[in-house]
């Protein structure tokens, strides 16, 4: 039986993961390969997993904690997804709050089941809306532990990911290329678009090369690592949304994601609250909607239009945001109220789980590679 190679993204919340995901995805179907994704999340219900089913891919999702806490649900879920064909490439996606991946997942994948997969080097994608602050030496807006998380991230990498460069002008562009190679210098760093593609052919070349060596251990505090986890609040809330039973007229799908994340947005920025990622997912009848937010100083963007008009949907929100769980969940009721009664729809919220992240507690922790 030939191995299957395993990939895994990592990166902070909104590092754009699921999109270079998708866009490597895509790469190795062209190749004639057989692939399989696996993504990630502190709770039910995950935006991602919906984003990219909905793009035909075949996907296992590990709910409830990370990859590091869950690894034997990582191993049957991955093992589930080759039941009937062994894929070719796993693609896994951990939860973007998530470090010390190669002591917990890499090490471990790689001592306890040599027959089944070979281990691609770990790439971790920089965010660049936080980069330059935090890498800068400030927070970004958030807590210094959650900024301990973002740069633990990045040290850990065997490959570093700017993503997002065709967002950046060309001078933003050299400051973070500069600042990187500086913080964390000898290690390779590839700017890449995950939505353009710019950049792509120099990451598939260093996923395909061995995982090498490396013995020395990351030094983390987990401690602070779950401070900084802690500091931000998880909500997912699912809906079922309909137009007014007195009115035949169809609405815009890709406006009520729009309008959503905006809600959103403006709440939090006018309470001063820093968000990781907020995504609204829309889906009816085999048409998705979604829409995002990444950083304070950034617009809302559609990052999946349907451009389609539709009488009913259902609703996905993953919000992610330094702040309090309970004022957050007040915040997304209220801003799916105010969108819904100005699109002149109801809404009947099916679930909604809001909390802090609990401490890591890794199933295994290989301080260095065995064997």
């Known amino acids: 039986m030939n191995k299957t190679r395993f990939l895994m993204l990592g990166g902070f919340l909104g590092a754009g993961k699921t999109t270079a995901i998708a866009r490597l995805a895509r790469h190795y179907l062209d190749q004639g390969l057989r692939v399989a994704l696996v993504t990630n999340d502190q709770a039910y219900g995950l935006v991602d997993t919906h984003a990219l089913r909905a793009e035909g891919f075949d996907v296992g999702e590990v709910p409830g904690a990370c990859f590091c806490c869950k690894f034997d649900e990582l191993v049957e879920t991955a093992a589930a997804l080759g039941a009937e064909h062994q894929p070719d490439v796993i693609l896994a996606e951990p939860v973007g709050s998530c470090t010390d991946l190669m002591a917990t997942v890499v090490r471990p994948l790689r001592h306890l089941f040599p027959e089944q997969y070979d281990v691609a080097p770990l790439a971790v994608l920089c965010k660049p809306e936080h980069g330059r602050k935090i890498l800068g030496g400030g927070s970004g807006g958030f807590s210094p532990q959650a900024a301990y998380i973002f740069s633990k991230q990045l040290e850990e990498a065997q490959v570093i990911v700017l993503n997002k460069i065709d967002r950046l002008s060309a001078g933003e562009r050299e400051e973070l290329l500069l600042l990187l190679h500086k913080r964390f210098a000898g290690k390779r760093v590839l700017p890449v678009s995950g939505t353009t593609g710019e950049g792509f052919d120099a990451l598939i070349e260093a996923l395909a090369e061995s995982s090498g060596v490396d013995d020395a251990a990351l030094e983390i505090e987990y401690d602070t690592y779950a401070e900084g986890e802690a500091a931000l609040g998880w909500l997912n809330c699912s809906a079922r949304v309909r137009g007014d039973s007195s009115s035949t007229a169809h609405w815009p799908l890709d406006e009520l994601v729009k309008q959503l994340v905006s809600r959103i947005r403006d ?57 309090d769980p309970d004022d957050l969940a007040l915040l997304v009721r209220r801003a799916i109220e105010q969108v819904a009664d100005q699109l002149g729809l109801s809404v009947a919220v099916g679930s909604l789980q809001h909390f802090r992240p609990g401490r890591p507690e890794p199933l295994h922790r290989y301080e260095s590679a065995v064997g």
């Open 267 to 323: 709440a939090a920025v006018e309470a001063e609250l820093e968000p990781g990622h907020v995504k609204v997912l829309a889906a009816s009848d085999g048409l998705t909607a979604v829409a995002n937010w990444v950083a304070s100083d950034v617009p809302v963007e559609l990052s999946v239009a349907s451009r389609a008009e539709v009488a009913e949907a259902d609703l996905l929100a993953n919000v992610r945001v330094q702040a």
